[in-house]
């Protein structure tokens, strides 16, 4: 594992956000590519997206003729990509690295078993001359699909290496993509490709190309794009020498009158010297050569015990819980530094890493390759193949812990977390399960974490309320209100209904996942049923699009309104914020859509 995954920052970016308030950042573009302020799918018609006038957001109107790709006039060697995109129902699009590898775009919501060529494939390479059906090869599937429905904004982040060549222009390794994440979830993790995919500017590799667009198929939506480029050299270390002492706990003082345990000089840092695998300290010195000015990150990681990093003897890291990050600013020139690792800890190996990023620097590791990520436990990983039922803690966005949360899994790919104690559901995910490793590991905490794209429905409160009128205050919890969980019941197919009492009403609260995974559909139904109650649908930004649909937080998900017993849904401001909510009598059933 790289060491910048294992410490999970992130690099220092030499970054460029592309300006949408025309197309000037592109190459001729064509008649098919336009700016605009605001976009909107479709969910009963393919390759329909609707477009409001204005600036912020690149949209791709093909039509029948004449539709071309966009490709910026920049060209790229090794970069960053990441950007949020929509695509219409049925719609079919790709990001081009360096105009010759194919991310693919497609509205692949509701696919179970994704392919190369589904949402965030690496798309196939092609031969001709090869028998029909083999033409395609080394296509690379998603390892989930993480895929949204159409008409939401999905986010992706790309990070790609280009092919390397050596002095007569002879390819010596191949381009790389490094990791694309696809709504939070790793979809492609160090996938090498032997040369460009169908449909390449270019059969050949190159050291250089331009970043392109997919524009002659369907219409996408793009937005907040932003490029990294690494072009410069990474810092080089020299003269490197170490020095190794018997004890982990060593003043300044003690290291200058003890002799070292082993001592020499070193092509490169490792923990690998002498034959110390405990309570040692072990010092390197050196200088390492910079070329460009600038703020400069370094990462150390020295599992089972503390280190530090300084550089003409100012502190650039210092280690806690046997990692750490600094952040030092550098001229140009050699400058010498002292590197520590003091191994207090015996259930870990000696390990030392060391990585640097800096103005147009990929973080590079400068240590061998001995590194550890400082987590010896394998994860706890929990599969839906078959509908599943699991209680236990579950954290969300702003420090909030659910202490009474079902987590309730399909084979579908869709899951959600009803939280008990309010009667609502707070995240859905799309993908694996749950990763239980926090809650069965060791002693543990008691809480598990989803394995799949997340979507949370925001700050929990209770589901049903009972109000004076539609611009009364919704209550943070149900004191007072008389609620009274009463568990749940499974069906022949082990779906729960959740049960609870509110307001001296009995409620029945039942899910069912829609085909495909596509979201699920919410049957919420009361007896005895009480004067002026309202159920809470959601929070956030939200958009009326017709028909009972709408789309909340920036187009995140849809709720859908399927059946309200002629009930009409309110959308209120109340603070900084906007709620749905709509009165319920006996049944409301409606869809959360992502």
């Not at 009361?526 to 009972?548: F, H, K, R």
Request: aromatic fraction near 8%.
């Amino acid at each position: 594992m790289l060491l910048g995954c294992a410490l999970g920052f992130q690099n220092l970016m030499a970054q460029t956000q592309v300006p949408l308030t025309d197309l000037s950042f592109f190459d001729n573009p064509s008649p098919n590519w336009k700016t605009v302020s605001g976009v909107q799918a479709d969910l009963a018609q393919n390759e329909v997206l609707t477009a409001k006038d204005g600036t912020g957001i690149l949209v791709n109107l093909p039509g029948k003729k004449g539709a071309k790709d966009l490709l910026t006039k920049a060209t790229y060697g090794d970069m960053d990509l990441e950007l949020d995109y929509m695509m219409a129902k049925g719609s079919n699009s790709g990001i081009y690295l360096q105009g010759r590898y194919e991310i693919q775009l497609l509205d692949s919501w509701g696919t179970v078993n994704p392919k190369s060529g589904d949402n965030g494939g690496i798309y196939e390479r092609w031969d001709d001359s090869k028998p029909e059906g083999q033409q395609g090869y080394d296509g690379h599937a998603p390892r989930q699909n993480a895929s949204r429905a159409p008409g939401l904004w999905q986010h992706i982040k790309i990070s790609f290496q280009a092919a390397r060549f050596d002095a007569n222009g002879q390819k010596i390794s191949n381009a790389k993509v490094l990791y694309a994440w696809l709504n939070g979830v790793l979809i492609q993790d160090n996938v090498e490709m032997a040369g460009p995919t169908r449909g390449a500017i270019d059969a050949k590799d190159a050291a250089l190309g331009p970043l392109r667009l997919q524009g002659d198929h369907g219409p996408v939506a793009f937005r907040n794009i932003k490029i990294t480029t690494f072009d410069k050299p990474h810092p080089v270390l020299s003269n490197l020498k170490y020095k190794i002492y018997k004890g982990a706990e060593l003043s300044n003082d003690e290291l200058k009158k003890q002799k070292p345990d082993a001592e020499s000089g070193s092509t490169n840092l490792s923990s690998n010297q002498g034959k110390l695998t405990n309570d040692f300290t072990l010092i390197y010195t050196g200088n390492i050569e910079v070329k460009e000015a600038g703020e400069y990150v370094f990462k150390l990681s020295v599992p089972g015990g503390k280190g530090s990093f300084s550089i003409n003897g100012n502190s650039a890291v210092a280690t806690a819980d046997n990692r750490g990050e600094g952040k030092i600013q550098l001229q140009p020139g050699n400058h010498p530094f002292e590197l520590r690792y003091a191994k207090t800890a015996d259930w870990a190996r000696p390990a030392l890493g060391l990585t640097v990023s800096g103005p147009g620097i990929r973080e590079y590791l400068l240590s061998d390759a001995n590194v550890s990520n400082n987590d010896p436990v394998d994860p706890i990983l929990i599969n839906a193949t078959s509908n599943t039922v699991l209680r236990s803690f579950s954290d969300l966005p702003g420090g909030i812990r659910v202490t009474h949360g079902i987590n309730v899994g399909s084979p579908e790919l869709l899951h959600y977390t009803y939280d008990l104690d309010k009667g609502v559901i707070v995240q859905l995910w799309r993908g694996g399960f749950l990763d239980a490793t926090p809650m069965w590991h060791d002693r543990g905490d008691g809480s598990s974490r989803p394995a799949g794209s997340v979507q949370y429905l925001g700050k929990p409160v209770p589901a049903i309320e009972k109000l004076s009128d539609d611009k009364a205050v919704w209550a943070l919890d149900t004191a007072g209100t008389g609620f009274r969980p009463k568990g749940y019941v499974l069906n022949a197919d082990d779906v729960p209904a959740f049960k609870y009492v509110i307001y001296g009403s009995a409620v029945n609260d039942a899910s069912s996942v829609m085909p495909g995974g596509q979201g699920i559909h919410r049957e919420v139904s009361l007896q005895n049923a009480t004067d002026g109650l309202y159920y809470y649908l959601a929070s956030g930004s939200i958009e009326t699009l017709g028909d009972g649909l709408y789309a909340i937080d920036d187009k995140s998900y849809y709720i859908r309104v399927d059946d309200a017993g002629g009930a009409k849904a309110v959308i209120r401001q109340m603070g900084d914020k906007q709620e749905l909510i709509i009165p319920i009598k006996n049944k409301l059933t409606y869809s959360i859509i992502f």
